[in-house]
């Protein structure tokens, strides 16, 4: 019973956290948007630095972040430089494309 009252009971003041701890809420939350000419929306804010580092170090790519592979998958690829030297005038080890009469 008490659960049905609360639903139906508009959630102000201090019901409103305890029915968002409790999960009686649900997941039917709206977020307002911001208005483009309001002032208190419009302040800037300094940007803290140790957020902006901590956001690029997680957009980077894993070899940058990462001496070493974290999983079984970035082992593959991992090393990316090669091998050897590619002579492009060596034919043993290089095919560059050609054209014929028959590929025009």
């Not at 999983?71 to 990316?80: D, L, V």
Request: neutral net charge.
């Amino acid at each position: 019973m008490d659960i049905i009252l609360l639903q139906h009971l508009r959630p102000t003041g201090l019901l409103l956290p305890f029915m968002r701890t409790t999960g009686l809420l649900g997941t039917d939350f709206h977020t307002i948007t911001k208005k483009p000419m309001s002032w208190h929306d419009n302040i800037e804010e300094p940007a803290d630095a140790k957020f902006l580092n901590l956001i690029h170090h997680a957009a980077l790519e894993p070899t940058k972040k990462y001496s070493e592979p974290q999983t079984e998958s970035q082992e593959i690829g991992w090393n990316t430089t090669p091998l050897i030297h590619v002579d492009r005038t060596d034919c043993r080890l290089y095919f560059p494309r050609r054209r014929t009469e028959i590929t025009k």
